[in-house]
């Protein structure tokens, strides 16, 4: 588990979305939905907007069964959808945690500067799984209602799309069971956020 603070510039007020970025198998979303539950933050399902978006590429069936990332026109359209959100979501939320796997620098910017503009500022947590775990997850449990046919494979696309964010404010090892990794990173992410807003 690393910290790092290289955005010091901006402002850690009590308004901010709560970005939990990583790959497909990391656990990020059941970590953020754990977060948003204890803390008590609105936990915001990107998933929703990206099956609705996706669903009109015209190649979405091939992209699907062969395991081929969406382009960034349709990543763009997915992400200027949920900015749009970010607007609505601002009026009646403080702060909201969003999970995304956040791996092209130039896609996440856009996430990254709603952020900015609707909330006034934001964190990113990044979580890393050894690649064994993250196998063995996506193999051994497919998850309900989830749009991948082979996640591992798509894992493996995505991995090698994967350009470095260097601007996390957490780094989270999750390597352990749920019953083990939960606890752990609410209680990083909380101590993170108090020493935040001091």
Known sequence: MAWKRSRVQVPYGP?????????????KTSLAQAL???????????????KEVYSTDPNYNYNIENSIPFSNEIRIRNFELVSDDFVKLSRNHENIIVDETLHKESLRQI?????????GGYIVIWIRTDEKIIKERLLNKQREGHMLKNPFEMYLALKKEFEDLNDADI???????????????????????RFKNE
């Open 36 to 50: 948003g539950e204890s803390l008590g933050i609105f936990y915001y399902d990107v998933d929703l907007i990206k």
């Open 171 to 193: 780094i989270f090892n999750n390597n352990n069971p749920l019953d083990v990794s939960v606890p752990e990173f609410i209680r990083v992410v909380s101590e993170k956020l």
């Open 15 to 27: 308004h901010m979305v709560i970005f939990v970025g990583g790959l497909i198998g990391t656990g």
């Open 111 to 119: 996430l990254f500067k709603a952020a900015k503009r609707h909330f």
